[in-house]
């Protein structure tokens, strides 16, 4: 089905109840598929979500002689004896930004990688300049030319270093802990970011047998050793998919029990919930969401890396400070602009003035039904809750961009009571789901 054409139709404002699943981590799930490409034996790779990024990264992988076996919708078996550093087809690698891991894991297992410049959500600049200076640091030569990143190394074998990065990045942390894990000596990333979804990675490659010490904190370090066997591991769950569930409750004032999740995950996004007056309960691998009668509080919001407040649940929280009552701020202090969603809340009656980096939200009472459009993933969520929590019908079309980082959504929202379907082209009419 080709999901570009479709259009989400929701009639919205009612309050939401029951329980949410959370699925696996989209940003883990693909780093740690290209990561397999460092063992000759065969993986198992258990809790993946159904959803494009990761049916993109499995079509790449097969590209470059990667056997692929689904054992059930949520689990592959991984064989990647016969890859070969072919160049993957550039249409795959410009879908999404993960793909840039084939080059730091064809580095690791080959000494050598020719990659199309990757995809992605449409930030304004997305640069790879750290990644290549960790690579450079390992004693691979490397460059951009004509849209592909080339990289090789001498004798083939790449040497540890220590990297200071000179800024934090996710992609350039896991990157470079993928062309160190078999390179020989020791590899020590400074400055290293701390998300999850890096000690994820990190987890799996240990499960494989590589030494990597530190994920998770500022300083890691890698003993790069000759060879990793196969191993069997399981995603974690996607945080930024239980901190859009978290505030559809909040947002739509319903209850909502957010289950399969790690609650310190979600620190920084339960902190700020509580903060505007949103009633947030642990219990054990789930959170309870509810606001009552309570008006949502204005607060001040600036996105951080891990574990400061995700700047993926960005337009997520966009759309509640649209309801919040009063002036609240939201600064977006990770990419150069992140502010493309605030045109299409507008289109729905929402109050918002961006300057530069930061969005002032003056609260209004509700939102009103549009038309509108998913200007990337984590937007197209946003629009999502901003569609359910305001009466009337709302139609979002470019849905394919949400469709690449939540899987099952429409199931998942109809069972705690959304009316909710998806509409797709059919000569002049809609088939409706
Ligand atoms: C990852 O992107 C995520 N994507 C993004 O999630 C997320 O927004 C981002 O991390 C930050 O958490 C995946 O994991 C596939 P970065 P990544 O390198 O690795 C600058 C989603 O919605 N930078 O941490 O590309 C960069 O410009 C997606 O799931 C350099 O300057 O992000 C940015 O300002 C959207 N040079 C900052 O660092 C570099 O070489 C953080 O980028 C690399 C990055």
């Known amino acids: 089905m080709d999901t570009s054409k479709g259009k989400i139709i929701i009639s919205g404002g009612k309050p939401l109840y029951g329980e949410i699943p959370v699925s696996g981590m989209k940003n883990a799930a693909v780093a740690i598929l290209f990561s397999t490409i460092l063992t000759e034996d065969k993986c198992i790779i258990e809790n993946l979500p159904d959803i494009s990024d990761v049916n993109v990264s499995l079509e790449i992988l097969r590209s470059i002689g990667v056997k692929v076996r689904h054992l059930d919708k949520n689990t592959v078996e991984?064989?990647?004896?016969?890859?070969?550093?072919?160049?993957?087809?550039y249409e795959l690698v410009s879908k999404m930004r993960a793909s840039y891991y084939l080059i730091g894991a064809e580095l690791g297992r080959f000494g050598r990688a020719f990659v199309g410049l990757p995809g992605g959500c449409d930030f304004g600049v997305r640069p790879i300049d750290q990644h290549i200076k960790g690579f450079e640091a390992l004693g691979?030569?490397?460059?951009?030319?004509?849209?592909?990143?080339?990289?090789?190394?001498?004798?083939?074998?790449?040497?540890?270093?220590?990297?200071?990065?000179?800024?934090?990045?996710?992609?350039?942390?896991?990157?470079?802990?993928?062309a160190a894990v078999r390179a020989?000596?020791?590899?020590?990333?400074?400055?290293?970011?701390?998300?999850?979804?890096?000690?994820?990675?990190?987890?799996?490659?240990?499960?494989?047998?590589?030494?990597i010490r530190g994920a998770g904190t500022g300083v890691i370090k890698i003993l790069g050793v000759k060879k990793l066997h196969g191993g069997t591991y399981t995603i974690v769950?996607?945080?930024?998919?239980?901190?859009?569930?978290?505030?559809?409750?909040?947002?739509?004032?319903?209850?909502?029990?957010?289950?399969?999740?790690?609650?310190?995950?979600?620190?920084?996004?339960t902190a700020k919930l509580c903060e505007m007056g949103v009633k947030?309960?642990?219990?054990?691998?789930?959170?309870?969401?509810?606001?009552?009668?309570?008006?949502l509080q204005h607060v001040n919001v600036k996105t951080q890396p891990y574990p400061g407040f995700p700047t993926d649940m960005n337009p997520q929280m966009g759309v509640l400070l649209c309801l919040a009552k009063g002036i609240s701020h939201l600064?977006?202090?990770?990419?150069?602009?992140?502010?493309?969603?605030?045109?299409?809340?507008?289109?729905?009656?929402?109050?918002?003035?961006?300057?530069?980096?930061?969005?002032?939200?003056?609260?209004?009472?509700?939102?009103?039904?549009?038309?509108?459009?998913?200007?990337?993933?984590?937007?197209?969520?946003?629009?999502?809750?901003?569609?359910?929590?305001?009466?009337?019908i709302t139609e979002i079309e470019e849905i394919h961009h949400i469709f690449r980082g939540y899987e099952n959504l429409i199931e998942k929202l109809r069972a705690i009571g959304a009316d909710i379907?998806?509409?797709?082209?059919?000569?002049?009419?809609y088939n409706v789901f």
């Open 78 to 89: 991984i064989d990647s004896s016969s890859a070969a550093p072919c160049v993957a087809p």
């Open 140 to 178: 691979a030569d490397a460059k951009i030319d004509g849209g592909y990143i080339e990289a090789s190394c001498p004798d083939g074998v790449l040497h540890g270093n220590s990297v200071y990065m000179d800024v934090v990045t996710v992609g350039g942390t896991i990157n470079l802990m993928l």
């Open 184 to 211: 020989e000596g020791i590899t020590v990333i400074e400055n290293a970011a701390h998300e999850p979804h890096i000690v994820d990675t990190a987890n799996f490659l240990n499960a494989c047998g590589a030494d």
């Open 237 to 269: 769950p996607d945080m930024i998919e239980a901190g859009t569930f978290m505030i559809l409750a909040a947002a739509t004032g319903g209850n909502l029990k957010v289950t399969n999740l790690i609650p310190k995950h979600m620190d920084s996004v």
């Open 280 to 295: 947030v309960e642990e219990d054990g691998d789930s959170l309870t969401v509810s606001r009552g009668d309570e008006e």
């Open 331 to 392: 600064t977006e202090n990770v990419w150069e602009s992140r502010f493309r969603y605030v045109e299409e809340l507008k289109r729905m009656g929402a109050k918002i003035q961006v300057n530069g980096r930061t969005a002032e939200f003056t609260g209004v009472p509700s939102l009103h039904a549009a038309s509108v459009r998913a200007v990337d993933l984590r937007a197209g969520s946003a629009m999502v809750i901003a569609a359910l929590a305001t009466p009337g």
């Open 421 to 429: 379907k998806v509409a797709y082209p059919e000569n002049i009419s």
